[in-house]
């Protein structure tokens, strides 16, 4: 799991801040190929070997898969990601549980490491110049795997290098930025060592959240091109989305020296937290706190870029009837340090599944109508790396034949309920799989049943559901869904939010998070392992062998309906002002969904009929491609891969379509007739143009 | 025809030029949509009803045909324009022999017309100021149509107004341009009345040949956005691409008047041309001519920019089998004056076609496996602007179900040859259809036969072959091809070079292409229409109604392999000085070849077998989606619409990969480290890249 969408609001706090130090409150978003000539084109999802794949799912292989993957740091590109790599092929190719066929893709990408022979420190230095504090340069070794000489020392990926001390210099008068995590955000307040890890699940005082904090995704040097060995590469100069400044992040322990002594006005009430003291703005410390008068923060930061090989490993089971059409299924392998939950326990899973279905493909008891694709991503952790360069490198054939994509990186943050985001075609077949399987604990709900308890939503087309959210950028979904227009999901087990407000998993992205701490505090048993795994496993297969692909496009009407009441709500008088009206938009909507129930019609018709396979993919074509019609290369040209024109990211305050909101919101404050209220108009007339280009892909083919 | 790529030479020119008038040489280049459930899934071509279809193309109503469209005036939006719509739909709404339906869509498109009140002129102003000359208005009625009060005087579309007099002001000093059209570059040499229509097929000397000045194609206010009238525009101030100074065609006769009075250094003997006199660069005119010293030229040019209604006419058959595949055949509809053979004789094939196969349809005797989607585009004189903007309403549509794009603008330019232009892989099915065809005229030859005796080239592959040109933007395919990557052609009879060095037919453009002119002059008989609506008829046919696509995408590899050649014998000395090394294209141009063995090895199995719907559905949309993987949006940031890497313009000097060739001409002379030869590395990934997708669209499909 990967934090790039918190940077803004993390930059933008650092920029209010004289001195430099922040108050990180991360918001987290955080062979062959033909069928045999014996398949039948009118294979169908087989529910009694849904039900075997189910039973055969097994918590304690999990539990056995997450102890070997999190055995070591497994830092992208370094050894022992390397020797996992060899770990899922020899999985991958196993003669008895194996796939068809599996392989390795390697990139050269620019990656972000600090420096072994000069650590990255935070010293406070006296007048005289001497140090009288320095931050932990390490965790402490409270369980024996923090003193690993392989854990990766806390940094900030990509944040330049850099000895900067309490000077202003850069464009707000920032130097250098510290980062922490405040005990009020990640641990419910608790701060004691015998309160936290290995106590309890909470954040051990030393722990130090690292990151990449590269503002967009894919190899730095390579946007839209894969990042093989002979592409052409910007000069890491050219090459934009690097922090301006350099960046540290430290542990709660030390930012509670620093803060505790500042002087000046106090932060805002949003900005304190449960260090035990009233957080201050500085700049300076406090004449009657621990360090001297004239006292200075030096922060020294020694990252160095460096071009690495990053693997991926895919694998394929090849469909029997359809094997040009890819359900596929991945997550990400590197870690910050050792990752038991990010990314191993979904990497647990993944394995977990691949044998299951590996063991009846060998035995011969079941090929999947479409092929599956099976993917473990590298170097997610330094900005959705792996996933994306393949992405660029496979754009014709994932847009040709890609069915959708299954994201589990994190599976399981905590085992309350499951929580699942994606666009809403995927919302029915999670729905279905969601309904068939018992939820973990001593209740007999299912899965679907204490879901909707946990977070649900009234929908006017079928009154309460569980919530399904949005998809952003925090994981290996983000390529699909945003470059590719793939239907994409991302799906985990969660937390009880009314029993703790971490903002993720205390341990996130440090070195308590261990075999350990999963095995004890996240989900003893791997009962909510195993969930996540039927869960996928069920979606996975409805997606691979029904018949009629389970992709309910007219889900979207509801999105779309509801995306255009807030724009005719908060903007319609705005728009209006400036002569803008909202009819276009409003009359695609109403073809969209038109265009929608027709199909629908169409469906019932055809699964109630006997129909012919070429009428089958002619349908399932029409579902598939659906997600691709709302890609526009040209929307916004300067969020790089972003061109889905309902999904891309949000800045406007108002919630309806991103650029229709984030265009108004620049407009707003400027003349009638000015470039930016040409480009709203721009922006509605893009969204017009692929809606009304969905609807036409949903209607009859034969129709003008 | 319109002839977009012509003016970058013709400006080019211009710029040398003082006293702005130009030796204008023109270079041309040139309902329900299921299939009935009784439909059989290996439904293919049925060779009974194509030689039916061949047998009932009707020479007789083809000349009928055009005597109707070309009887009046049809600018694109006239009132005769409108008339020409609703003709074409009462042709394809008939109930006898029309087809399943028909529509129009209307755009609200900004065209350029000369002023009503004020015409453009140009005058020689003597020292006094009197009107010393003026050219003629109009075109002399020499039978009576250049009369009609509807003909458009002779103007440059969207040159703006403005009225120079022998100033120097603009970038190369040049204030306005005039534009003729030599009798040594169109009538082979001959300018004399009784040399000229109506007395042979040559230009008259008060021909004016009416053309666009507009540098993109589509409609100028709305790139990239169908011209809808909610659609965002530009404001016509913020377009570009209309010429930067008043520009106005003239006669030869006109011309003869200025040219052969200017004095100055004797133009290059390229210039010269067959006006009976040396040709002066001037500026000023000769002290022994015709004008007194000081005389000049004024232009007065008052054209305005206009916001029309145009509309394209479009129609389909339903698919029987696989409606959603399309196979579209189109020609514009609009003329600059009667355009019998611009484009009228291409429409009145157009309508012939759809007359017998509606006939057929409605008979009950046959209904195509695949949609056949028929087009008449409006607006196409003034930028392909109907085609374009149909492209841009129906992308997704067209890149996920369009299986090739047939053009016939022009049908008939002379009766000699056959001349085709396309991408490799229509190359096979023009072959066929033409070897199944007899040429008109005297010999007993097949249609490829005649056309390999005038046209062709050794090919690696096949020895010699008739020569498949490649398609610029000449007619409304470039949107098809340059934009959605659509497998495209255009189809045309042509003329014997060593009989004539026209760069194209006399009349072009002007009010003598009339329905007499190709009676008399173009094609007596009619039989090189009929030949080119057997021709077309077989390729629609045979693309529609194959079971197997008869697309043969492995003649790209053999264009590949030339254009690697070029590349590597023309540029690889200079690459190697740069360090930039073919290695990676090579690579790629050999995975391309191997994969198009493997699936050509593959087709074969499968036609030999009894291979079931899907899978012959699985490799149709493998050779249908090979084209699109050759686009990236992203390659040519500065070409609108251009997208295709291997068929984007070139202007480098080396005949290879136009985005390579280009930036090697750019980079040549700048130092190492340049931005120029980053562009070059840039271009070539985008061309790796390309062409491994390419090859991996053609790779078995469960490939990893």
Redesign the interface.
Known sequence: MQCVKVLGGVLGAAALLGLGIILGHFAIPK?????A?SAS?SQDLDLEILEAVMGQLDANRIRENLRELSKEPHLATSPRDEVLVQLLLRRWQDPESGL????TSEYEVLLSFPSQKQPNRVDVVGPAGGILFSSQRSEENLTGEQGDPNVVPPYAAYAPPGTPQAVNAAKYGVAGVLVYTDPADINDGRSLPNETFPYSWGLPPSGVERGSYFEYFGDPLTP???A?P???RLDSDNASGFPPIPTQPIGFKDAEVLLCNLQGASAPAAWQGALGCDYKLGPGFRSDGIFPAGSQVNVSVYNRLELRNSSNV???I??A????RYVLYGNHRDSWVHGAVDPSSGTAVLLELSRVLGTLLKKGTWRPRR?I?FASWGAEEFGLIGSTEFT??????LQ??AVAYINVDISVFANATLRAQGTPPVQSVIFSAAKQIRAPGPSSLSIYDNWIRYSNRSSPVYGLVPSLGTLGAGSDYAPFIHFLGISSMDIAYTYDRSKTSARIYPTYHTAFDTFDYVDKFVDPGFSSHQAVAQTVGSVLLRLSDSLFLPLNVSDYSETLRSLLQAAQQDLGGLLEQHNI?L??LVTAVEKFEEAATVLGQHVSALQKGTP????V??LN??LM?LE??FLN??AFPEERYYSHVLWAPRTGSVATFPGLSNACSKAMNTGPGSAAW?EV??Q???L??AL???A??LR?????
Chains 1, 2 share one sequence.
């Open positions: 062979g062959t190929d033909l069928p000539p084109a068809d066929s599996a392989g839209y091109l894969p093989n002979s592409s052409f895919l694998g394929i090849r469909g009837v359809e094997p040009d092929s694709v660029e490198e496979s754009f014709s054939k040709e034949r009206s009819g276009p012919n396979p070429l009428q993919r002619m074509d029409q491609l691709r019609t290369s040209r040409a108009q721009r509605l007339s893009i017009v143009v009304e280009g969905a036409a892909t009859p083919v034969a129709d003008l």
